[in-house]
């Protein structure tokens, strides 16, 4: 399985929405539910922040959602907040067990 | 609280091997599926390996097939990964990370450096 496709980066201003976007194939995102999205500060561990393509762990605000359309799945991120700046990545399950990440987009709080 | 604490990277040379270890507590580790995951320095995130819950099923990405090995030991609540014939494109930050619903993974351990260079 070839990487997920991400934009390399994405900027808004505070209290802005923006958007990122997780281009795969009918093999991984597109045909099946389990798309996650991780965020990660530098030199820290990735967080999980939206799983089963819409679904937010206990204590992930609702300012983050998630979203898929056919191959391409996508984050939003509402109201943007200083804390927000970070490294994000989807991921998916591409089948016989394999988990398959996209190459990262760092959101910028402009 | 679950915590995940991985321990045993380091310098090695091309060729070399290492042994990484995850300590594991907080949760039923003997239930869930665990993880390898590893981030090149200034890279994204690779998935490494998956084991089962009793060690009975492993999964690998190629790159690492015939070369890595996953197990666990349920009785003392850990995870490792055996790295043998180690390249200089293995060099990453290694975490492990608990499988969770839809192919999630739910937390993940601070991460440990393997650096492979002569």
């Known amino acids: 399985h070839s990487a997920l496709t991400q934009p390399p980066s994405a900027s808004g201003s505070p209290g802005q929405s923006v958007t990122i976007s997780c281009t795969g194939t009918s093999s991984d995102v597109g045909g099946y539910n389990s798309v996650s999205w991780y965020q990660q500060h530098p030199g820290k561990a990735p967080k999980l922040m939206i799983y089963?393509?819409?679904k937010r762990p206990s204590g992930v605000p609702d300012r983050f959602s998630g979203s898929k359309s056919g191959n391409t799945a996508s984050l939003t991120v509402s109201g943007l907040q200083a804390e927000d700046e970070a490294d994000y990545y989807c991921?998916?399950?591409?089948?016989?067990?394999?988990?398959?990440f996209g190459g990262g987009t760092k959101l910028t709080v402009l | 609280e679950v915590q995940l604490v991985e321990s045993g990277g380091g310098l090695v040379q091309p060729g070399g091997s290492l042994r990484l270890s995850c300590a594991a507590s907080g949760f039923t580790f003997s239930t869930y599926w665990m993880s390898w995951v590893r981030q090149a320095p200034g890279k994204g995130l690779e998935w490494v390996a998956n084991?089962?819950?009793?060690?009975?099923?492993?999964f690998y990405v190629d790159s690492v097939k015939g070369r890595f090995t996953i197990s666990r030991d349920n009785a003392k609540n850990s995870l490792y990964l055996q790295m043998n014939s180690l390249r200089a494109e293995d060099t990453a930050v290694y975490y492990c990370?608990?499988?969770?619903?839809?192919?999630?993974?739910?937390?993940w351990g601070q991460g440990t450096l393997v650096t492979v260079s002569s």
């Open positions: 089963e393509v819409t």
């Open positions: 991921s998916s399950y591409g089948g016989s067990n394999n988990l398959v």
């Open positions: 084991i089962k819950q009793d060690g009975s099923e492993k």
């Open positions: 990370a608990r499988a969770s619903i839809a192919a999630s993974r739910d937390y």
